[in-house]
């Protein structure tokens, strides 16, 4: 293989075009390598300006001609490998078993449909077995003897874990996760606002500290848009909200100031969506705002969209295939159990975008949200001791899932990083938090692929 030393294009963009010739979705280039879609087509972006081409078509062209991939990157007709299944979450918070990545060669009927029928016989019982593992129980504290007609509990190993602290007990901090590592910026500290930048690596389970933020902020969000962190307004030292924008630079560990929020905002929410941030309501210093802006990296611009019903702070945002969903949050008055549903492309067509979706089991505030495998939890929140959720199917409900063995309360930051839903700080009962818990929301599964050859 040709020596990859085009100057053009990252690692990371070299990476992606590799994928894209061997004709992969964007959606599998996200599984591969573990990243969002919405990140996939902002590198697919940046990627075709750079070596100028519009298609993925040219773009595999360009990647052939340049040596960028050989043959062992191209698709195979006939070949060995396993089958990846990924167990996503069920409303019971049990996990089922999804073929993904399955190739499909040309094969006798016979032979298809023999192997058919072993993977069907396969799929039934590892569902089986993980109907029996992994869904919640309560077990006796101390096991009854056998009897014919009571087999013996196995005990259930339990889905949360701990890993390294937090180098400083923090809350209300930004995050953002980037080629499976997690960087948290600023919060509120037992000194005071922190222009804090660090970054964990879960692999190798350890802390780094990357360049401060240039202006410390507590109750801000951070979004990913390419090997870019965006931090909008956020709220100061002195208690109040700021407009400023300043971006983290993965690549370079250091921060640039761009087009600033329209109006000072903080306690909003913000998420990422097809190249744009969308920031929804959030604290003027005197109010709740029901407003609505959506920033272009492109033009460095932000632009008001479709407000919503009404005003809205300390929410959480969910980036879903096609929508966001804005989930509980603060009017000004009580907590809110409401969750919406914001359609950014029917807004575009001038259509209502809102939507109604299940409402939270109990009002909270100050919570975290975090998506993984198209499927929304809710961590913490204000208004008592609650228990985390998640939304799995938008026609269904809410549903409580597994208490973290420490207790989480308001202001955690939680990020989604492989199969793993990481929760940092918070506070609970006006103590902070240095607590830093782990769920494993999903289980991996590797299946044989047998090959009959010719």
Known sequence: MSDLTNETLSEREIEILRLVATGVSNKEIATRLVISPNTVKVHLRNIFTKIGVVSRTEATLYALKNGLVDPSFLPKTETTQPVHVEAEPSLLGQTEPVLTDQPAPKRRPLLVAGLAALIVIGLLVLGATAWTLLRPRTLPTTTPAPTA???????????????????????DMAVAVYENEIYLFGGQTGSGVSAAAVRYDPLNKVWETLAEKPTAVSHAQGALLGEKVYVPGGQAADGRPIAVLEVYDLRQDQWITLAPVPVPLSRYGLAAFEGNLYLVGGWDGEAYSSAVYRYDPETDAWSERS??????????????????????????????????????????????????????????YNLSVVTLANAAYVIGGRQGD????????????????????????EGATVAAAGNYIHIFGGAHSETLSQAHQVYQ?????????????N
Not at 153 to 167: D, G, Y
Not at 396 to 405: G, I, L, N
């Open 441 to 453: 929301a999903l289980y991996s599964i590797a299946i044989p692929y047998l090959d009959s050859g």
């Open 307 to 364: 407000p919503l019903p009404g005003p809205i702070g300390e929410c959480g945002v969910a980036a879903l295939p096609g929508k966001l969903l804005v989930i509980g949050g603060f009017d000004g008055t009580q907590a809110l159990t409401q969750t919406l549903a914001y359609f950014p492309n029917r807004d575009n067509s001038g259509d209502d975008p809102w939507e109604e979706r299940p409402d939270l089991p109990e009002a909270r």
């Open 386 to 409: 609650l228990a985390p959720l998640m939304l799995v199917d938008e026609a269904a409900a809410w549903t409580a899932f597994d208490m973290p063995p420490q207790p989480v309360g």
């Open 149 to 171: 007609a009571q087999p013996v509990v196995q005990p259930v190993q339990s889905r949360w874990a701990s890993e390294p602290e937090l180098p400083e007990a923090r809350r």
